[in-house]
């Protein structure tokens, strides 16, 4: 046999004729030669025509997956307790947000979340009212865009934004304030067990994972200090000085009136900077290191702003 | 920022000795980053320090000092004023130092409480967004940055330290950038106008076309920047009033005028004098060159109290290169950092003994993986026979296979086997020796 297909192969053309012919009287026989491949066996298709034996239910979804779609939901970092109930968040920009989309009259639900969730890596985010079926109002809204959807979405008209001193006074906010934020909630000895209440052991139950995540959290928040001050070492009584006259600043911006640059309405600036002095003189947080708590009650003023506005987004979830 | 740092200095050093009288008892000294761009300096609150101190402190009452090192200052921020022994670093510390301390204040004192507010605010503002701004024009921008300031920084730094202070400025002016959004136009900047065609990270719709880049620009953030300010100054000839200028101005006039250096490409120059809010700042500019600077541009070192710094030694200049250097090795850079001192610490406190064994195990493991690097690259490929056998060269072996083959034919072996000949006494016995044997291989 092989010697004669050898043969066959040596002897070139003359015999291609012939072996093209060979198959083809066969073919008529079978009605599908390439069923031969493709049909399972008798046993086996007895087999597998028994499944599938048991089909389950579908699962439940998650309890706190959400509901109903009917409300925008803001992902913002909160206890699941402070959740139901709504209350504050207890980080300066979801907070700031948070306010402003309540002042805007925006109708939303909170979900606490973190920054992994986050289409931007940091949180808040919003997703819209949406139905399973229309895929582009299911797409998350990053915080850089939720002043437009709030003035789209809200009932309330909101104070203008007063320009060009908003930009200066948010620098205060954004440099000043923050970086002292960050020195006394993030470095400061003596609020490490706060920090680690907040942000660490919502995180994982295991203490490698923990004291990873510490460390990792406070290079973050050193290397933004020292990055926003533009010198390699910075002395914590400095932070607290420089937002002791940011505070003192504000104080006189906002003066006498009721809401920051004389508006009739509180703005965006109101919500941004009671993100800030609520979480300060928050009494559910226990601060052990209160400098930057101190520095702020020496200017009551900004301390009546943060009632006046507490009483106006959460008057009934407080009582 | 670094405005917040000479609180320290003050709150110690100055109160606990105050001065006798109001007038200095000794020549105050100036610290500040070098002359550049035709400038007396490239930094711009070195450039508003200077242009304040003119005005206020008569001029041989201070000396100004082109150190172009932080780290004469305790708290590693130039401009600083070294006066009594007290260190102040930072533009708003001096200012508040010097009104006071020494002289009377000049145009500060009569602000209201509101006014002052608004001074705060908007130096804070000229420090974050004026010196993002300006970070990208003579920073980021690819052609500024080599035809411009990296040679102004090697004109002012010596050898060794061109090569490592001047990046380390560079990646923080990058990193403060990122607020504008624009630190990824580093790379691929269009020249003519400050924006760019993204090539790197194109993004693509949901349905997977290319989504044409809304091209990012510097002129939006610098419009806002102009506007902010020429709003503050209204039709006023300073920020508040027409009469005495305030610290603010000069902050303003350090920020302003270095925006208007000529770069290869200056589109913030010409965002600033297309824009309406910009001409009214050029206007400003003018106003207080001609009115209350007192240095020259023509003139710079006739008008200013240059004093040469004080050389720094051989050995001085070399540690801090090194120490630059080993910022930026791998492992042991933030171990490194950490032991100097930097970060956000009390100066005094005490370093972490873990820190201190983190860094050692650091160093250590660096130094091992560096070794165990060298003794791999020592080794021969893993796979490499360790023995070779090879044909003796000699004789017709060296043609090959095909001169094995012949070198065994009795007729060739004779010549080819015969030695280079070193000497002509050996000469003779060894080419007899050779011969006879030969007619024995071959007889039998």
């Keep these: 046999m092989s010697q004669s297909s050898a043969a066959a192969a040596a002897s070139g053309p003359a015999t291609t004729n012939s072996s093209l012919h060979t198959p083809a009287p066969a073919a008529p026989h079978r009605t599908a030669p390439r069923s031969d491949w493709f049909t399972i066996p008798e046993p086996l298709r007895l087999v597998f025509k028994r499944f599938p034996l048991v089909t389950y239910a579908p699962n439940e979804l998650p ?56 289409p931007t890596g940091a949180l808040p985010f919003l997703i819209p009212s949406s139905s399973p079926s229309d895929a582009a109002s299911q797409t998350p809204i990053p915080s850089n865009r939720l002043e437009r959807f709030a003035l789209e979405q809200g009932s309330e008209k909101l104070a203008d934004a007063a ?33 680690s209440q907040l942000y660490v052991e919502p995180c994982s139950t295991s203490t490698v994972v923990r004291t990873t995540i510490l460390h990792k959290l406070r290079r973050a928040a050193e290397a933004e200090i020292l990055q926003s001050i533009g010198a390699p070492r910075v002395p914590p009584t400095a932070l607290c000085i420089g937002a002791e006259q940011a505070f003192e600043a504000l104080s006189a911006g906002l003066g006498s009136d009721k809401w920051f640059f004389g508006n009739s309405r509180p703005g965006l600036f109101d919500a941004a900077v009671f993100a800030y002095t609520h979480l300060l003189l928050d009494d559910s947080l226990d601060w052990i290191d209160t400098r930057l708590r101190d520095s702020l ?13 507490l009483s106006r987004c959460w008057g009934q979830a407080r009582e | 920022m670094g405005l917040l740092l000479g609180f320290i200095e003050i709150t110690t050093s100055v109160w606990i000795q105050p001065l006798a009288s109001g ?105 974050s967004r004026g010196s993002a701004l300006l ?49 990824h136009l580093a790379a691929d900047i269009d020249p ?120 720094q030694s051989v050995v001085a200049v070399t540690s801090r290169f090194v120490s630059n250097a080993t910022e930026h090795v791998p492992g042991v850079g933030d171990s490194w950092k950490s032991w100097r001192g930097d970060g956000v610490k009390e100066p005094g406190s005490m370093r972490d003994p873990a820190q201190v064994l983190f860094a050692v195990g650091a160093a250590v493991a660096g130094l091992a993986a560096v070794g165990s690097a060298v003794v791999f690259k020592a080794l021969s490929p893993f796979g490499n026979a360790t023995h070779r056998w090879e044909a003796p060269k000699g004789g017709l072996y060296q043609f090959g296979d095909i001169g094995a083959i012949f070198n065994g034919l009795p007729g060739f072996d004779a010549p080819a086997a015969a030695p280079p000949v070193p000497s002509p006494m050996e000469r003779d016995t060894v080419y007899q020796g050779e011969k006879v044997e030969v007619a024995v291989d071959v007889e039998p």
Excluded at chain 1, 302 to 308: K, N
């Design chain 1, 63 to 118: 309890v706190r997956s959400p509901s109903n779609r009917e409300l925008p939901v803001l992902y913002v970092f909160a206890s699941d307790q402070d959740v139901l109930k709504g209350l504050p968040s207890y980080n300066p920009s979801c907070l700031k947000w948070q306010t402003f989309l309540k002042l805007a009259g925006v109708q939303f639900r909170i979900a606490s979340s973190n920054n992994h969730a986050s």
């Design chain 1, 163 to 195: 320009g060009s001193k908003l930009d200066a006074y948010q620098a205060l906010l954004d440099h000043r304030i923050r970086n002292a934020w960050l020195y006394t909630l993030y470095l400061s000895p003596g609020n490490a067990s706060l920090l």
């Design chain 1, 297 to 309: 009650l020496k200017f009551p003023a900004l301390a009546e702003h943060r009632e006046r506005l």
């Design chain 2, 23 to 127: 007038k200095p008892s000794r020549l105050m000294e100036l610290h500040v980053w070098g002359e550049a761009f035709g400038l007396p300096s490239i930094d711009p609150e070195c450039l508003a320090a200077i242009s304040y101190l003119g005005y206020v402190v008569p001029q041989n009452e201070w000396s100004l000092i082109a150190s172009n090192d932080v780290s004469v200052s305790p708290d590693y921020v130039l401009p600083a004023l070294h006066h009594n022994g007290a260190w102040i670093s930072g533009y708003l510390n001096i200012v508040r130092y010097l009104a006071s301390d020494i002289s009377p204040t000049p145009a500060d004192g009569d602000l209201t409480e509101a006014q002052r507010a608004d001074a705060l605010a908007y130096a804070s503002y000229l420090s």
């Design chain 2, 135 to 183: 970070s990208f024009l003579l920073y980021v921008s690819p052609s500024a940055w080599t035809e411009l300031t990296r040679p102004a920084y090697s004109s002012l730094l010596r050898f060794p330290l061109t090569w490592t202070v001047p990046l380390k400025l560079r990646s923080a002016a990058i990193a403060k950038t990122e607020h504008l959004g624009l630190d």
């Design chain 2, 192 to 311: 003519e106008d400050g924006s760019s065609e993204s090539k790197t990270t194109a993004p693509v719709t949901a349905t997977g076309f290319l989504r044409l880049p809304a091209r990012p620009s510097i002129a939006e953030p610098a419009r806002r920047f102009f506007l902010t300010l020429a709003e503050l100054r209204g039709n006023k000839t300073y920020f508040f009033g027409d009469e005495k200028p305030t610290a603010l101005d000069f902050l303003a006039f350090g920020y302003l005028r270095l925006l208007r250096v000529r770069t290869p490409h200056p589109f913030v120059e010409r965002c600033m004098t297309r824009n309406h809010a910009g001409s009214r700042l050029i206007k400003f500019l003018d106003t207080m060159q001609k009115g209350v600077i007192q240095w020259k541009e023509d003139k710079i070192q006739d008008t200013l109290p240059w004093t040469t710094p004080v050389a």
